[in-house]
């Protein structure tokens, strides 16, 4: 299974795309923790995506799409993957339909999850009380923005992938399980068209 989820900053993404790792033994590749482990490693893209990701804005793409080559080339990835924050472009989208290419392989499924922005901010709020603050990105502010940055730039996504017949939405607004149940339906529909 080679999947990518879509969805909003705080849309549960990644709690969604553990249970699918579980679920189709399937690694998860969420490129804002390769990112944060750079950061905390202090490599040369860590140092370089720092102050970016604590503004709320994006990794310029060619660093992003290395990152992810890298990544898709490594022997982990050969029973499937899940890609969890990326593309977030369509830059980055087109990127990764050529890697594939090289690589001879398809995605199963492009699904996103639909939300409501406004719960969304008070999601990210109360993670960063819950968790005292353990990421820089999450207060208010960032998450204003991250959310602007989502409709301007990754927003569009959908778009590039709804063209390739290839996008299911589903309602990311219910509880974790009635996600996780609409994203199994949407991927049993995807894998048997
Ligand atoms: P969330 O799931 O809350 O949106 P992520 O953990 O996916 O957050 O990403 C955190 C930050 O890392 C983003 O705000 C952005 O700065 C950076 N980032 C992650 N993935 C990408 C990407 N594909 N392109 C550019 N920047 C990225």
Request: proline share 4%.
């Amino acid at each position: 299974m080679r999947l990518i989820l879509l969805g909003p900053p705080g849309a549960g993404k990644g709690t969604q795309a553990q249970r699918l790792v579980a679920r189709y033994d399937i690694v998860q590749l969420s490129t804002g923790d390769m990112l944060r482990a750079a950061v905390a490693a202090g490599t040369p893209v860590g140092k370089r995506a720092q102050e970016i990701m604590a503004r709320g804005d994006l990794v310029p793409d060619d660093v992003m799409v290395e990152i992810i080559a890298d990544r898709l080339g490594q022997p982990d990835v050969a029973n499937g993957f899940i890609l969890d924050g990326f593309p977030r472009t369509v830059a980055q989208a087109e990127a990764l339909d050529e890697l594939l290419e090289k690589l001879g392989l398809n995605l199963d499924a492009v699904v996103e999850m639909a939300v409501d922005e406004e719960e969304l901010i008070a999601r990210i709020v109360n993670r960063a009380k819950e968790t005292g603050g353990a990421r820089a990105d999450d207060n208010e502010a960032t998450a204003r923005r991250r959310f602007a940055v989502y409709t301007e730039q990754t927003a569009p996504v959908s778009g590039y992938y709804e063209g390739k017949g290839m996008l299911s939405t589903v309602d990311g607004m219910g509880t974790m399980d009635e996600v996780a149940a609409a994203i199994e339906g949407a991927l049993t529909e995807a894998t048997a068209a």
